[in-house]
């Protein structure tokens, strides 16, 4: 597995090492961590270095400053990291660093970014930083955001609904894979379907109940089918597994599940079974990532 790692000397940084080393990726991974020097770019094209550095010295000097301090973090933060016979990379870019972000893990084909859930640049107000916000939606790989400090991960939320990404979810989970201490609980959530048939009921009331109970039914064997076939491969990774299952809205239930389980990390598919194709993130990934209290895991399959 390939990884990428983004700081930017920000709490949320810290969170992001503390979360890679509480999940020992470092022990099973090719690590990369880097930091993007903010470049931005106001009316009429010019950067902050270009108004600064007119003089050309000044903007040397501006540079040279901004990279040795970036080296600095990158050397303090990568040894934390680094495993016996393991080197972690480190690399300093510049631009937005959003797309820097989002650049880099096409470039090395990383399988996952760990992001800060904000950076040094977000306002307290913001619930998901713009850099991490950005990322989530573009990269090409999974993304982990990281919300606090964690010393050792111990329960992991797995909401599932059986599309394609929902399996993913699993199987990225089974190729990390997490601590073995890790108990993951397993989640379906029905989206309660027989209540929005409900408004379109026929004029015969006995037939309505009927179609009712036998959606409700159906709705409760696939979802029976799906925890168990989750449970089965997660105990044969030799994970503990738990299974929940309810009813409502989905992102709702599944933000009040791992609030009162106090979860450490959430891990769902970018996309649902109700996804758009054109979408980049579904809506549930998008309202979790924003508002969860809890480190995000946002995955997506593969490219072949």
Known sequence: MKVLLAVDGSQYSEATIG?????RIGKKAEMAIMNVIPEHVFLGGHTLADLL?????????????????????????SRSLAAPGREVETMIR????????????????????????KGTGDSPEFLLGSVANKVVRY?????????????????VLVPLDGSKYSDETVQFLLRMPLPSRVEVLVMVVLQSFAATF??????????????????????????????????????NGRYRVSTILSRGDPSREILREAAQR???????????????????????AQRVARYAKSSVLIVRPPKR
Do not use: H, W
Request: charged share 35%; hydrophobic share 40%.
């Open 94 to 117: 510049r631009g937005s660093p959003a797309n820097e972000i989002t650049k880099t893990s096409r470039e090395m084909s990383a399988d996952l970014v760990l992001v800060g859930f």
């Open 139 to 155: 990269a090409p790989c999974s993304v982990l955001v990281a919300r606090g400090k964690i010393e050792a991960v111990k329960t």
């Open 262 to 284: 106090n979860v450490d990390v959430i891990a769902l598919g970018a996309k649902g079974l109700t996804g758009v194709r054109g979408f980049l993130l579904g809506s549930v």
């Open 198 to 235: 409900v408004k379109a009921y026929t004029l015969d009331a006995e037939r309505d109940r009927e179609i009712v109970a036998e959606l409700q039914e159906s709705e409760e064997e696939a979802a029976g089918r799906v925890l168990k076939e989750a449970e089965d491969e997660l105990r």
């Open 19 to 23: 979360l890679a080393r509480a999940l």
């Open 53 to 77: 550095g007119r003089s050309g010295v000044l903007k040397i000097q501006m540079q040279k400053a901004e990279e040795e301090k970036a080296s600095e973090l990158l050397r303090k933060l």
